[in-house]
């Protein structure tokens, strides 16, 4: 029995909320903290109402140190599950060390000012974490996240190398609206508005925003135009993957999002720094933020289905050999069950599997670690069992 401090109210912490309410013989006690007491509030009624299970909140700022350590010490949790924005990253992981509590996220540090995510300085705690005898378990979301322990699964079972991986994610729903994101604007406009990157032949090759593109029929929903974008767990596979040739991440956009976001960034609502309007220091995105739909409010709107997945060739046995391995999740299923779209479903599921590893001592270790590192078999037999079942098979 494991007790766990998740701090983050939006979609995805609405999700892992839920689904720690539903493993309550794992996690012994829940506590939700935001800045936002009155999300907390909200989340903590449904639970209360769902499932007659009581969880305490608080309110925390997760950009400073002090108050983390504070309310970590009040809580005392087992493992703190960051579901803040990746600018917060930081931050929390300094205060989990400082109270050697075990730490978890479900994406890489961002830094507000520049558009560029990566793993170094996560991964610079990896020796003040092993001393200390903490864990701390990096991108258990969807992607990163699923993805890097389906590669891992597939790595076990299927292959003997890996030579080639595209990381396919298709996002089928419709909410209804000219234009919205599904998770937080400001993270997912600097994310798709930015180069691509891809890794070959031990290399990284950057490539202008959507200038590649292919086709992909991915099943339960059909054909749809996949661009080539930069995302982070292809960092960690370089490093994981043994015989790895290539990496590619593909996701989804329509011609309305892609018109919509060109005109955005071709008037300057793109930018993430600072403009003065009328006298006040305003950032464009952030403003931008401020118009768009709240992620949190599309569950109830949105219908279709995710599907998101990995294709992997290689060699096994001396053959070449090529595999699909996917999830496709609904979204009405999703708001049904948590009262948030799939897309906060795919990364809420995981992040809650991936404490339950911790929790349950499945997947131990002193440092800082990422998902493809541990025995992918029992994450793989917990997403069968929480709502997100996965189907491989051969191309």
């Known amino acids: ?80 599950l960051n579901i803040a924005l990746p600018y917060q990253d930081l931050t929390i992981m300094e205060a989990c060390l400082k109270t050697k509590t075990h730490y978890l996220d479900t994406a890489n540090y961002e ?21 200390a005898k903490i864990m701390a378990l990096l991108g258990s979301g969807f992607d990163p996240g699923v993805t890097n322990v389906f590669c891992a699964y597939l790595q076990k079972h299927y292959f003997d190398e890996i030579h080639y991986i595209d990381i396919l994610d298709c996002n089928g729903g419709d909410h209804g609206y000219p234009f919205a994101t599904n998770f937080n604007p400001e993270i997912n406009l600097r994310e798709v508005s930015s180069n691509g990157r891809y890794w070959e032949d031990g290399k990284w090759i950057e490539t202008k925003p959507m200038e590649i593109k292919m086709v992909w029929n991915y099943p339960q929903i059909g054909k749809k135009d996949s661009y080539l974008l930069y995302h982070e767990e292809m960092e960690s596979l370089v490093k994981h993957i043994k015989g790895l040739k290539r990496i590619r991440f593909f996701m989804t956009f329509g011609e309305s999002y892609l018109t919509h976001m060109k005109c ?8 993430i720094d600072e ?12 403003f931008l933020k401020t118009l768009l739909p709240d992620p ?53 599921v995981p992040a809650m599997i991936g404490a339950k590893m911790m929790a ?28 997100l079942p996965w189907v491989v098979k051969e191309l």
Request: with cysteine.
């Open 360 to 387: 349950e001592g499945k997947w131990q270790g002193e440092g800082v670690f990422n998902m493809e590192e541990f025995d992918p078999d029992p994450f793989m037999d917990e997403l069968n069992k929480q709502g």
């Open 111 to 131: 830094h507000p000012d520049t558009a560029k995510f990566e793993y170094k300085e996560q991964w610079a705690y990896h020796d003040r974490y092993k001393d």
């Open 296 to 348: 949190k409010t599309l569950g109830e709107r949105t219908k279709g289905k995710t599907n998101i997945g990995v294709v992997a060739k290689g060699i096994k046995d001396g053959k070449e050999v090529s595999y699909y391995i996917y999830n496709v999740c609904d979204h009405e299923e999703a708001y049904k069950e948590t009262n948030s779209q799939a897309v906060s479903y795919t990364t809420g």
């Open 275 to 286: 403009v003065e309007h009328n006298g006040c220091k305003i950032v464009p995105i952030q």
């Open 1 to 80: 029995m494991a007790g766990v401090l998740i701090i983050g109210a939006g979609g995805v912490g609405r999700v892992v909320v839920h689904k720690v309410a539903q493993n309550s013989d794992t996690f012994s006690k829940i506590t939700l903290a935001s800045r936002r007491l009155e999300s907390c509030k909200i989340y903590q009624d449904e639970i209360k109402q769902k499932y007659d299970i009581y969880i305490d909140i608080a309110e925390v700022d997760a950009n400073k140190v002090d108050e983390l350590v504070a309310l970590i010490e009040k809580v005392k949790p087992d493992i703190v």
């Open 264 to 271: 955005l960034e071709n008037v300057g609502m793109l930018r």
